[in-house]
Protein backbone atom coordinates (compact mmCIF):
# COMPACT_ATOMS: atom_id res chain seq x y z
CA UNK A 1 0.00 0.00 0.00
CA UNK A 2 1.70 3.21 -1.20
CA UNK A 3 1.76 6.22 0.26
CA UNK A 4 -0.48 8.44 -1.78
CA UNK A 5 -1.60 12.03 -0.44
CA UNK A 6 -0.28 11.96 3.05
CA UNK A 7 -0.13 15.24 4.67
CA UNK A 8 1.85 16.70 6.98
CA UNK A 9 0.33 15.51 10.50
CA UNK A 10 -0.32 11.91 8.83
CA UNK A 11 3.60 11.94 8.30
CA UNK A 12 4.30 12.41 12.14
CA UNK A 13 2.11 9.92 12.74
CA UNK A 14 4.18 7.55 10.76
CA UNK A 15 7.20 8.83 12.65
CA UNK A 16 5.14 8.29 16.24
CA UNK A 17 4.59 4.67 14.81
CA UNK A 18 8.31 4.31 13.81
CA UNK A 19 9.73 4.58 17.59
CA UNK A 20 7.75 1.92 18.39
CA UNK A 21 8.61 -0.30 16.07
CA UNK A 22 12.12 0.23 17.04
CA UNK A 23 11.08 -1.05 20.54
CA UNK A 24 9.41 -3.66 19.55
CA UNK A 25 12.13 -4.68 17.24
CA UNK A 26 14.40 -4.49 19.85
CA UNK A 27 16.77 -2.06 18.54
CA UNK A 28 17.89 0.79 21.41
CA UNK A 29 18.81 4.28 20.18
CA UNK A 30 19.44 7.68 21.53
CA UNK A 31 16.22 10.51 20.67
CA UNK A 32 17.78 14.29 20.71
CA UNK A 33 14.68 16.60 19.40
CA UNK A 34 15.92 19.98 17.97
CA UNK A 35 14.96 22.49 15.58
CA UNK A 36 13.82 21.71 12.18
CA UNK A 37 16.77 21.61 10.16
CA UNK A 38 16.44 20.98 6.52
CA UNK A 39 20.35 20.36 5.17
CA UNK A 40 23.62 19.35 6.58
CA UNK A 41 24.77 22.93 6.55
CA UNK A 42 21.64 23.39 9.33
CA UNK A 43 22.68 20.39 10.68
CA UNK A 44 25.98 20.48 11.62
CA UNK A 45 25.06 23.51 14.38
CA UNK A 46 23.66 20.41 16.23
CA UNK A 47 27.15 18.63 16.54
CA UNK A 48 28.13 18.94 20.33
CA UNK A 49 25.05 17.41 21.25
CA UNK A 50 24.79 14.45 18.44
CA UNK A 51 28.05 12.47 18.51
CA UNK A 52 28.19 9.92 15.69
CA UNK A 53 28.03 9.54 12.14
CA UNK A 54 25.96 12.05 10.21
CA UNK A 55 24.43 11.59 6.89
CA UNK A 56 23.02 13.03 4.25
CA UNK A 57 20.51 11.08 2.13
CA UNK A 58 19.43 11.48 -1.62
CA UNK A 59 16.40 10.01 -3.23
CA UNK A 60 16.86 9.54 -6.59
CA UNK A 61 15.47 7.56 -9.65
CA UNK A 62 17.06 5.79 -12.65
CA UNK A 63 15.73 6.34 -16.58
CA UNK A 64 13.64 3.14 -16.07
CA UNK A 65 11.64 4.98 -12.75
CA UNK A 66 13.72 2.81 -10.34
CA UNK A 67 14.06 4.59 -7.26
CA UNK A 68 17.22 4.42 -4.95
CA UNK A 69 17.58 5.88 -1.62
CA UNK A 70 21.55 6.65 -1.13
CA UNK A 71 22.73 7.49 2.60
CA UNK A 72 26.25 8.90 2.43
CA UNK A 73 28.12 10.17 5.56
CA UNK A 74 27.12 14.23 5.45
CA UNK A 75 30.77 15.13 4.44
CA UNK A 76 30.96 12.58 1.25
CA UNK A 77 31.27 14.31 -2.14
CA UNK A 78 29.63 11.95 -4.40
CA UNK A 79 30.26 12.24 -8.02
CA UNK A 80 25.95 12.24 -8.99
CA UNK A 81 27.19 11.98 -13.08
CA UNK A 82 28.44 8.72 -12.18
CA UNK A 83 26.52 7.34 -9.62
CA UNK A 84 24.58 5.41 -11.77
CA UNK A 85 27.56 3.42 -12.69
CA UNK A 86 28.34 2.01 -9.06
CA UNK A 87 24.60 0.90 -7.86
CA UNK A 88 24.05 -0.05 -11.45
CA UNK A 89 21.10 2.08 -12.35
CA UNK A 90 19.91 2.65 -15.63
CA UNK A 91 21.45 5.95 -16.83
CA UNK A 92 22.13 8.56 -15.10
CA UNK A 93 20.22 9.70 -12.20
CA UNK A 94 17.69 12.52 -11.11
CA UNK A 95 16.13 13.31 -7.96
CA UNK A 96 12.59 12.56 -7.11
CA UNK A 97 10.04 14.85 -6.65
CA UNK A 98 8.40 16.11 -3.37
CA UNK A 99 5.16 13.98 -4.62
CA UNK A 100 6.94 10.63 -5.05
CA UNK A 101 9.46 11.10 -1.44
CA UNK A 102 5.65 11.21 0.04
CA UNK A 103 4.02 8.40 -2.22
CA UNK A 104 6.69 5.95 -1.51
CA UNK A 105 8.85 6.90 1.74
CA UNK A 106 6.15 8.76 3.37
CA UNK A 107 8.35 11.84 4.07
CA UNK A 108 8.83 15.29 3.14
CA UNK A 109 12.06 17.29 1.46
CA UNK A 110 14.39 17.70 4.28
CA UNK A 111 13.67 14.40 6.33
CA UNK A 112 14.95 12.06 4.20
CA UNK A 113 16.22 9.16 5.84
CA UNK A 114 16.92 5.64 5.84
CA UNK A 115 15.08 4.73 8.21
CA UNK A 116 11.86 6.01 5.90
CA UNK A 117 12.05 3.01 4.02
CA UNK A 118 10.12 1.05 6.64
CA UNK A 119 6.84 2.99 4.74
CA UNK A 120 8.30 0.97 1.03
CA UNK A 121 5.97 -2.23 1.85
CA UNK A 122 6.59 -3.03 -1.82
CA UNK A 123 10.10 -2.58 -2.26
CA UNK A 124 10.40 -0.68 -4.71
CA UNK A 125 13.18 1.24 -2.92
CA UNK A 126 16.61 0.03 -3.39
CA UNK A 127 18.66 0.94 -0.56
CA UNK A 128 22.17 2.13 -0.92
CA UNK A 129 24.89 2.82 1.79
CA UNK A 130 27.86 4.96 1.34
CA UNK A 131 30.58 2.44 2.93
CA UNK A 132 32.24 5.57 4.43
CA UNK A 133 29.06 5.18 6.88
CA UNK A 134 29.33 1.78 7.85
CA UNK A 135 32.24 1.84 9.71
CA UNK A 136 31.33 0.35 12.98
CA UNK A 137 31.11 3.69 14.61
CA UNK A 138 27.28 5.05 15.90
CA UNK A 139 25.13 6.60 13.38
CA UNK A 140 22.71 9.64 12.97
CA UNK A 141 19.72 9.68 11.00
CA UNK A 142 15.92 11.62 11.50
CA UNK A 143 13.36 9.55 12.09
CA UNK A 144 10.96 10.56 9.33
CA UNK A 145 10.74 13.62 10.50
CA UNK A 146 13.22 16.23 10.93
CA UNK A 147 13.08 18.25 14.01
CA UNK A 148 14.30 14.81 16.02
CA UNK A 149 17.55 12.84 15.43
CA UNK A 150 18.03 9.00 16.46
CA UNK A 151 22.00 7.55 16.94
CA UNK A 152 22.11 4.06 16.28
CA UNK A 153 24.42 1.35 16.07
CA UNK A 154 25.32 0.12 12.88
CA UNK A 155 24.74 -3.72 12.93
CA UNK A 156 21.30 -2.22 14.78
CA UNK A 157 20.58 0.14 11.67
CA UNK A 158 21.34 -2.95 9.35
CA UNK A 159 19.48 -5.14 10.79
CA UNK A 160 16.52 -2.33 10.78
CA UNK A 161 17.18 -1.88 6.85
CA UNK A 162 17.28 -5.99 6.16
CA UNK A 163 14.13 -6.61 8.32
CA UNK A 164 12.15 -4.30 5.99
CA UNK A 165 13.57 -6.02 2.92
CA UNK A 166 15.71 -3.07 2.16
CA UNK A 167 19.34 -5.16 2.44
CA UNK A 168 21.28 -2.57 1.90
CA UNK A 169 24.07 -2.16 -0.99
CA UNK A 170 26.81 -1.45 0.49
CA UNK A 171 29.47 0.49 -1.60
CA UNK A 172 32.33 2.70 -2.45
CA UNK A 173 30.54 6.21 -3.34
CA UNK A 174 32.12 8.03 -6.77
CA UNK A 175 33.79 10.69 -5.84
CA UNK A 176 33.67 13.96 -8.33
CA UNK A 177 37.20 14.98 -9.79
CA UNK A 178 38.71 18.20 -8.97
CA UNK A 179 36.51 21.68 -9.89
CA UNK A 180 33.00 19.38 -10.13
CA UNK A 181 29.89 19.85 -7.94
CA UNK A 182 28.88 17.41 -5.49
Partial sequence: QRNQGKTGAESFAMFANTLPRL???????VRVDHEAVFTVAES????????????KNLFVKDKKGRLFLVSARENARIDLKRLHETIGASGR????SAEVLMDRLGVTPGSVTALAVINDREGAV????????ATGEPVNFHPLI????????LDDLLA????TGHDPMIVDL???VDGQND
Fill in 44 to 55: QALRGTLPGLHS
Fill in 23 to 29: RKRGIPY
Fill in 126 to 133: TMVLDRNL
Fill in 93 to 96: LSFC
Fill in 146 to 153: NTATLRLA
Fill in 160 to 163: FLRE
Fill in 174 to 176: PVP
